[in-house]
Structure formats: structure tokens, C-alpha cells
């Protein structure tokens, strides 16, 4: 079976609020699914559905060939959710969370010591076993959290902001354990507010914004989009001699903002139009102390379509 997870007509409220408004998505065998969007976007609602904690109001969901309105149960057995917030015991090491999480499944005895040092050592821990999560950093705790969530070797992990507030060395870490995830054969959907974790570990990618998904496919299908626009940036000594309508007569200009010493233009790239923009900056007097240009990342993508920050 190649589908993992189908999604059809997805919908959820809360009182009046529509959290989730009916979305369609397909996740197959083996793939990381990003899933991107701003606050309140609808993320963390749809998470929670796939994960069985929360029940929909309307749709089908199918996970591993199940019917998660019919067959949640077996859902769960087949599954590994590593929650936003830590999900550990504090006063007992690490080896015997892994454990315990691990316990609650299909595994005992020697299978169940081999599955817990595996995990152990996927998130770099088994080193500190015998040591309490209280004695652990913040990124530590959070592997620690993984680890409980995929000893029991789980086909589909469903991850939720994993990387929130941690040190680099172990955001790394996060990223490189959930590559060795995908190469064993798991299938991943991971939401995050860092566009460049999903850049780094997605082969596809959902956008969402208000309760819809907004786009779909993968960073190369997103980006195609907006292949033909770039935003250049101006270093100028006099920004008071500018306003955003200055590049009027410029053509294929799409956006321009002027704050600070800048002006930044989104402009297409097909009309050849850096001579006349420059020159526009010129004639108003000012004089270009540095320039930037910048492709379309998946930063332009995701304001472009919600017109916000990722992290506003
Ligand atoms: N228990 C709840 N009661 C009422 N409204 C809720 C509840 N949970 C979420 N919401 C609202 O539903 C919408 C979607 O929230 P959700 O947490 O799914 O978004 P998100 O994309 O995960 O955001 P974040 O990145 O901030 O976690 C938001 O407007 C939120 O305020």
C-alpha cells in the first residue's frame, strides 16, 4: 500500500470558529510531510485528529489502510506521536521512559532492551541513559520525547513542532534522526514554524492558513510559482526622497517598500527591469550605497499566499 494516510473533507470547530476547514490530502509510503503555517493556522488541530486525541466533526481520515473513525484502536498501535509539549517523567531515567512508552505496545523482553537502545541511540542518548530528563537541557528532554514516541518502531510518526525553542546542536540532531527514520521506511508528517527544517527534510509540503491548505507539492512544485520573481534590495543615503509609488512607469513591478535606509521591489524578472528601477533611484537624487537580489525561497512562497510571516 502506497497511501499512508488519506485525508478527505477534513473539518473541525470550535464553537464558532472553523479550525479546520474541510482539507484533502494524501501522505505515501516513506515520505516527510512539512506542515507549514502561521499561528492559528489550523496545524496542531489537524495533528491532533490524526493522532486519534481529538475527533473530527466532518470527513475521512485513513490511516495504514484503517478507518480512524472505525478502527482507531488499531490506529494507535501502528502510530508514534511526539506532542508539542514533553511528554516524559522527570524522576525516572531515561532509559526506563523509553521504556515504559515502549512497554505499552507489542514488544517485551529482549526485543523490547533492543528497541529502547535503538531509540536511545537514534536521538544520541544512550550514552545518558542512567540520567534523569531534570538533568537534561531543553533540546535533550525533546529527543528524549522522540525517542518514547518511536521505540515501538511505529510505520506512521506524527511529530508536532518537535524543534520549538532548542539549542542548534540539537535541532540537528532532531533533523538527522528524523532522515534515519525515513531511511529505515517510516512515514513522517512533522509540523513546524522553521521553514528551513522543512526545506531540509520535506518531500512535500502543505501550506496552511485559516483552516484550508493553500498550496500543496513539493518545494520545487511551490517555488515554480514564483519562479519568474525577484526581490531586490537598496542600500540608499537619502530614503526620504522615496515613497512607494516611485516606480510607476517601471514595468512588471509588483510590490515595493521603502523603511528605514531601504527600498525593497518585487519585481519580474522576465521584463528585464533593473536598469529602469535603478535609474528611478537615481533621478530621485539618491545614491545606492549596496544591492541585493533575491530569488523566490519558500519564504516569498509562504508570504506571497498568506501575507504573513511565518513566525508573526
Ligand atoms: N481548544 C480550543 N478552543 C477554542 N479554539 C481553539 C482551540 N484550539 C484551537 N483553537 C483555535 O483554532 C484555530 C486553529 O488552531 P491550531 O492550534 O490548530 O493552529 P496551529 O496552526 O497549530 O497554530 P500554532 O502554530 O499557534 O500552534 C485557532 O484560531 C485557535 O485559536
New binding site residues.
Given amino acids: 500500500m502506497s497511501n499512508v494516510v488519506t485525508v478527505k473533507n477534513l473539518e473541525k470547530s470550535?464553537?464558532s470558529?472553523k479550525?479546520v476547514n474541510g482539507i484533502n490530502f494524501v501522505v505515501n509510503k516513506g515520505e516527510v510531510l512539512g506542515l507549514l503555517?502561521p499561528?492559528?493556522?489550523?496545524?496542531?488541530?489537524?495533528i491532533n485528529i490524526l493522532s486519534t486525541i481529538l475527533s473530527a466533526d466532518g470527513g475521512e481520515i485513513n490511516i495504514l489502510g484503517h478507518d480512524l473513525q472505525k478502527n482507531a484502536r488499531l490506529i494507535k498501535q501502528e502510530i508514534g506521536i511526539v506532542p508539542q509539549d514533553l511528554a516524559i517523567y522527570e524522576e525516572i531515567s531515561a532509559e526506563k521512559n523509553v521504556r515504559f512508552f515502549a512497554s505499552l505496545y507489542k514488544f517485551s523482553g529482549k526485543q523490547l532492551e533492543a528497541c529502547v537502545k535503538e531509540a536511545l541511540e537514534l536521538v544520541g542518548l544512550y550514552e545518558r541513559k542512567d540520567d534523569k530528563p531534570k538533568t537534561f537541557s531543553g533540546g535533550m528532554k525533546r529527543r528524549l520525547n522522540i525517542a518514547c514516541a518511536i521505540a515501538h518502531q511505529p510505520k506512521l510518526i506524527i511529530m508536532d513542532e518537535p524543534t520549538v525553542g532548542i539549542d542548534p546542536q540539537s535541532r540537528n540532531h532532531i533533523l538527522e534522526s528524523i532522515k534515519i527514520l525515513k531511511k529505515k521506511g517510516a512515514t513522517i508528517i512533522y509540523?513546524t514554524?522553521y521553514m528551513e527544517e522543512v526545506e531540509a527534510i520535506s518531500d512535500k509540503i502543505i501550506i496552511?492558513n485559516d483552516g484550508k491548505i493553500i498550496a500543496n507539492g513539493t518545494k520545487e512544485e511551490l517555488k515554480e510559482k514564483f519562479d519568474d520573481e525577484v526581490e531586490y534590495s537598496f542600500h540608499v543615503d537619502k530614503i526620504n526622497k522615496l515613497d512607494d509609488s516611485m516606480f510607476n512607469k517601471v514595468d512588471g513591478i509588483k510590490k515595493v517598500k521603502v523603511f528605514d535606509n531601504v527600498v525593497e521591489v518585487t519585481a519580474e524578472k522576465s521584463k528585464d527591469n533593473l536598469n529602469g528601477i535603478i535609474s528611478e533611484i537615481i533621478a530621485k537624487g539618491c545614491m545606492i550605497q549596496n544591492m541585493n537580489a533575491k530569488e523566490a525561497s519558500l519564504e516569498t512562497v509562504f508570504l506571497e499566499l498568506t501575507g504573513r510571516n511565518l513566525r508573526d
Avoid at 499561528?39 to 489537524?46: E, F
Fill in positions: 470550535y464553537a470558529k479550525a503555517g499561528n492559528g493556522a489550523g496545524k496542531s488541530t489537524t509540523s514554524h496552511m
